[in-house]
């Protein structure tokens, strides 16, 4: 678990009741009744799809969540070129959106510029005379977004005091991201670490190294971040709510943590006094004491360097993102870079987020859509409730708090009641791309420290901007949050019926409620603050079906001698499990005041399900697959239904699911949770 527990996953909108129409809702071309569903659900409910959707050059992986990012793409780029295309006031939101837009384009200014709006910067590091102006330069570089720091220091709700920020100190630096990449034999992982050693090497050589030099330069790098990682906590350490948790005064950290000089790099941070901090996983940032004390200072500026031109490379000439997207191709199995205008107006949508999710909902989102979605939800509330109360193996007492924390949801639909101000950020047509980015990077920076550090926490805030396609559930502030961008088709589909869409959005919705009540969720309270509500018994108890459901996702293959790692994902597959249950039963309460009949050959149950199949069909490159088993807490698509799927007792009925077939588990063996 990272200090901020937000579990994301994907979730959608609809109404308590659906427009009923004469259709199922349901493709038959999606399917292929060849299999039996049975015996391989997911290609039976998507194989259809998944042979007419081969992947194309740009994609490693595609689906629903990839078709509604390219309309959103399109739509977002409409919104910033009336801007972009005509002159605009300069200080104005729109001149903002424009010039970056626009910055971002010109790939021949980006292409005569090469790596000169780096040497500024790079000079700086060079100037360091010793260990205590480095880490003074590179605490200010970092203020500049520069990621220069061999750790990281964020503001996030005290988990245990959630009505109040806390500072927090975290395992960073890590250019593969995992620790996994540089402490493992498996033969993918040490390609990807010999792909990543190629692009260090390359980067140096961009910006006027030898090859020699940058051979020796990468070789420094890779020296120091492997010490990292060898400390660094891994993915399942990450996801220990205890393990994550170590406040002390600030007065203790200086004493413990002798090797940093904190006074100075929370200075040159911009943070102002503090008197308390989490320091996360202790143990990497001892290391990066010992390294400081340790490496030559050479070796830590050639460090320095890599972050800042690294973090770059997609921001300045076709060279330097050559090199970016070929590594990120070793990662993934993509074949193609993106074209120029997708990765502008990414750039864009994710530095001017709510500015543009403005412009987003004001043409896209109907404020019908967002009662809609609320009414949908209070539907779910009300099926968990209702599984809360059936619920055998937890207490009265337990399940008066489980209840009384899922009344106590905040719910977030749509977009933010109050948008951010973007009136202090500036836009400089005159300076480069990787200038004005040097200083947005600091005004938000410096923004974000104060309206957060020695504050209350503002429970009015997203963390996701509208046009996201996703949602998120946070249990230090008890909020399920679903941005407008994920409340369309295949997710909700206005011309299915009831069934089709409580199998999809629903589903997903489900999914981000249960998060309030997963190996992680369950240990916060209605206020967002860790505490045990739970009796030992009824802890007890719900340990042990967790257990069922992370072991049997470990044992699920993926590739040939690939299998997911069931507590690494534990979280979003109790999400998956409890989504589904709570969605059918929410359709069940529906159907007795709004009857369903057999449509096209399919049940309203089938069609249920069928739909759950639908949304995560996608195809996937074998390198991304390899590369979401390493570094993520959800599990592949196909395991969302094949392993899914079994725990669930509803689907046995719809299907006719029997001892024999392939995914049959006999019902003591399944995961009842919620």
């Known amino acids: 678990m990272k200090k901020q527990i937000v579990l994301l996953s994907l979730a959608l909108a609809c109404t308590g009741a659906f427009a009923q129409t004469p259709t199922s809702g349901i493709d038959r071309s999606n399917l292929d009744t060849s299999v039996r569903p049975?015996?391989?659900?997911?290609?039976?409910?998507?194989?259809?799809?998944?042979?007419?959707?081969?992947?194309?050059?740009e994609h490693p992986e595609n689906g629903a969540f990839v078709d509604?990012?390219?309309?959103?793409?399109?739509?977002?780029?409409?919104?910033?070129?009336?801007?972009?295309?005509?002159?605009?006031?300069?200080?104005?939101?729109?001149?903002?959106?424009?010039?970056?837009?626009?910055?971002?384009?010109?790939?021949?200014?980006?292409?005569?510029?090469?790596?000169?709006?780096?040497?500024?910067?790079?000079?700086?590091?060079?100037?360091?005379?010793?260990?205590?102006e480095y880490q003074i330069v590179t605490a200010a570089l970092d203020r500049n977004g520069e990621g220069t720091m061999m750790y990281g220091i964020g503001v996030d709700a005290d988990q245990r005091n959630a009505a109040w920020n806390l500072v927090a100190i975290g395992q960073g630096g890590l250019g593969l991201g995992t620790r996994d990449y540089y402490t493992s034999d498996d033969p993918d992982k040490k390609k990807v670490l010999e792909a990543y050693k190629t692009y260090l090497t390359h980067l140096f050589q961009l910006v006027g190294n030898d090859e020699a030099t940058a051979k020796s330069k990468m070789q420094k790098v890779l020296d120091i971040e492997t010490e990292i990682a060898k400390a660094s906590y891994d993915e399942v350490k990450l996801r220990d709510v205890d393990g994550n948790y170590h406040k002390m005064s600030y007065t203790e950290l200086v004493d413990q943590f002798p090797g940093i000089d904190w006074g100075n790099v929370m200075l040159a941070s911009g943070m102002p006094a503090i008197d308390s901090i989490n320091v996360a996983q202790p143990e990497p940032i001892h290391e990066v004491?010992?390294?400081?004390a340790n490496t030559p200072l050479e070796n830590l500026k050639t460090y320095a360097e890599a972050k800042v031109i690294s973090g770059a490379a997609s921001q300045l000439s076709d060279a330097f993102r050559k090199e970016a997207f070929q590594f990120g191709s070793a990662l993934s199995g993509v074949k193609q870079d993106r074209p120029r205008w997708k990765r502008?107006?990414?750039?864009?949508?994710?530095?001017?987020?709510?500015?543009?999710?403005?412009?987003y909902v004001e043409k896209y989102f109907p404020e019908s859509s967002k009662k809609k979605m609320l009414d949908l939800v209070h539907n779910l509330q009300t099926a968990l409730a209702q599984r809360i109360d059936a619920a055998t193996w937890m207490g009265p007492a337990t399940k008066a708090q489980a209840k009384d924390k899922l009344q106590n949801f905040i719910i977030k639909i749509g977009y933010p009641d109050k948008w951010k101000d973007y009136s202090g950020l500036q836009v400089v047509d005159s300076l480069s791309l990787y200038e004005?980015?040097?200083?947005?990077?600091?005004?938000?920076?410096?923004?974000?420290?104060?309206?957060k550090v020695n504050k209350k926490v503002d429970k009015s805030e997203w963390g996701m901007t509208p046009q996201t396609i996703n949602a998120y559930y946070n249990p230090t502030t008890n909020e399920i949050c679903f941005p407008a961008a994920i409340l369309q088709p295949p997710f909700f589909d206005p011309n299915a019926d009831d069934a089709v869409n409580y199998g999809a959005i629903g589903g997903v919705i489900g999914h981000e409620m249960s998060h309030g009540f997963d190996d992680q969720g369950s240990q916060f309270d209605k206020n967002g603050n860790q505490h045990d509500w739970w009796t030992a018994q009824d802890k007890k108890n719900f340990n042990a079906?967790?257990?069922?459901?992370?072991?049997?996702?470990?044992?699920?293959?993926?590739?040939?001698?690939?299998?997911?790692?069931?507590?690494?994902?534990?979280?979003?597959?109790?999400?998956?499990?409890?989504g589904l249950n709570i969605a059918f039963t929410a359709l069940q309460n529906s159907m007795k005041q709004h009857p369903l009949t057999t449509i096209d050959g399919f049940t309203p149950e089938q069609r249920f399900f069928l739909a759950w199949g639908r949304v995560w069909a996608s195809n996937m490159t074998p390198e991304v697959i390899r590369y979401l088993i390493t570094v993520d807490v959800h599990s592949p698509n196909m395991a969302r239904v094949n392993a899914a799927l079994p725990q669930i007792d509803a689907w046995y009925k719809a299907f006719g699911v029997k001892k024999g077939d392939k995914l049959f588990l006999p019902k003591n063996k399944r995961a009842h949770i919620w």
């Open 38 to 57: 049975g015996d391989d659900f997911y290609h039976y409910a998507a194989g259809g799809w998944l042979k007419s959707h081969p992947l194309d050059a």
């Open 68 to 132: 509604l990012e390219e309309l959103n793409q399109k739509r977002i780029q409409e919104l910033i070129l009336q801007y972009a295309n005509q002159p605009q006031k300069q200080g104005t939101l729109g001149q903002k959106i424009g010039s970056l837009y626009n910055l971002m384009m010109d790939s021949v200014r980006l292409n005569r510029e090469g790596w000169a709006p780096l040497k500024p910067t790079l000079d700086r590091i060079a100037a360091i005379k010793n260990t205590r």
């Open 289 to 292: 004491e010992k390294i400081l």
């Open 344 to 359: 502008a107006v990414s750039l864009v949508s994710g530095t001017l987020g709510e500015a543009i999710g403005k412009l």
């Open 436 to 451: 004005n980015l040097q200083r947005i990077s600091r005004w938000a920076t410096d923004k974000y420290i104060a309206e």
């Open 545 to 578: 079906r967790t257990k069922v459901l992370a072991d049997y996702f470990s044992g699920f293959e993926v590739l040939p001698g690939v299998k997911i790692n069931g507590k690494q994902t534990l979280g979003e597959n109790i999400g998956d499990n409890g």
